[in-house]
């Protein structure tokens, strides 16, 4: 067993021989949008090094469609039937002895936890039968698993986290950029898309549109919509065209933002697909929201961001760009100073 300390040189790390064409299982049953793209890097290192993988990502439910728009990197996503004690879904028990019994006749040669620290998830990677094991485990957990194992340290960020791990298994890689690709067809089509931006040009540069996006998976991480409001109205009165968006089950937001405003805006929340979401995105000029899943698609857009931390670890969460993407926790004068800044780089006197 390898019990590895850290990246200081003070634990033992190398390669994890895997024969031609073999099997590797990635755990990564995390229901977020967030969560798919943040792990893309690490997923894409496996394929750089070795492109005869087969490579399968055990995934909640939720989010499979998103794994599945990474054919180059995933050949097969399987459905995580829960586990007990794990938080991210309530476990379907009578799934679990088939789930277990389909994974362990896939002879996988290393299962590889991405999951988290390792708490409980390990428990499940240890049952996958796979010859060999990797992922992370908490420092304070004396039964480290067989296998080559990292522990859990905070203020991390979730790519490095991720990229880290797969260096020491034989996969090193230094690319920290996520992707999203739109699909043609939403590009071709127009739509919604087209009725937002009707003169624009897919080579022209971004306008100045404003996208607020004011929810979050939990309460606990949604700014205060009077805040999100001044910012909206400081945004507007720079002659910015603002834009909310946000899933339909955040319509009671975007309602309480509209009716908190003093500007028009024009509401998209629970009108859009996740491709026309975001074609709107990479045409506009900055997006302003909580530390949620449009955040990392804002990143892997290359889309000038505000994010705002309430609940959250800033460290791990927070796009690495700094340039671009701001992580602000204080007031709306800060939020809208930093919206400004960013969109000024691409907008000119628009945001000035």
């Known amino acids: 067993m390898k019990r590895l300390e850290g990246s200081n040189g003070d634990g033992e790390v190398g390669p994890v ?8 299982a990635i755990v990564r049953a995390l229901p977020g949008l967030g969560d798919t793209l ?45 586990w007990p004690g794990l938080q991210e879904r309530k476990p379907d028990v009578a799934r679990v002895p088939a789930f277990l019994s389909m994974m362990q006749e896939e002879r996988f040669d290393l299962a590889v936890q991405l999951h988290g620290d390792g708490r409980v998830v390990n428990q499940v990677v240890s049952l ?4 060999r094991t990797a992922g992370y485990y908490p420092p304070a957990d004396p039964a480290v698993p067989a296998g080559t194992w990292l522990p859990w340290r905070d203020g ?14 034989g996969f090193p890689d230094d690319d920290e950029s996520l992707e999203f690709t ?25 306008v100045p549109v404003a996208i607020i996006h004011p929810g979050a998976s939990t309460v606990g991480r949604r700014w205060p919509i009077e805040r999100f409001a001044r910012v909206a109205d400081g945004l507007a009165s720079q002659g910015m065209r ?9 319509r009671p937001l975007a309602e309480r933002l509209m009716a908190a405003m003093r500007c028009s805006a024009t509401d998209l929340t629970g009108r859009t697909t996740l491709d026309e979401l ?14 949620t899943g449009v955040s990392h698609l804002a990143a892997a857009l290359r889309v000038p961001s505000v994010v705002i931390f309430t609940d959250s670890e800033v460290a791990r969460w927070a796009p690495l760009d ?16 930093q919206a400004r800044r960013v969109a000024r780089r691409t907008t000119g006197d628009a945001a000035a």
């Open 128 to 131: 996958l039968g796979a010859r």
């Open 242 to 250: 603002v834009v909310i968006t946000g899933t339909a089950g955040k």
């Open 156 to 169: 991390l960020s979730e790519i490095r986290r991720g990229l880290r791990l797969m260096a020491t298994v």
């Open 17 to 24: 021989g895997l024969p031609e064409r073999g099997k590797v």
């Open 182 to 206: 739109v699909s043609r067809d939403v590009v071709a089509q127009g739509g919604i898309v087209r009725s937002l931006f009707p003169t624009v040009r897919l080579q022209e540069d971004r």
């Open 278 to 291: 975001a074609e709107i995105l990479r045409r506009s000029a900055v997006v302003v929201c909580n530390d």
């Open 322 to 337: 700094g340039r671009l993407h701001k992580p602000v926790s204080g007031s709306a004068e800060q939020v809208l100073f």
């Open 38 to 82: 943040l792990a893309i890097p690490a997923i894409r290192a496996i394929r750089r090094r070795r492109p005869d993988l087969s490579v399968t990502v055990i995934a909640h439910e939720t989010a499979m469609p998103w794994w599945r728009r990474y054919p180059e990197y995933v050949d097969r996503v399987v459905a995580f039937p829960g």
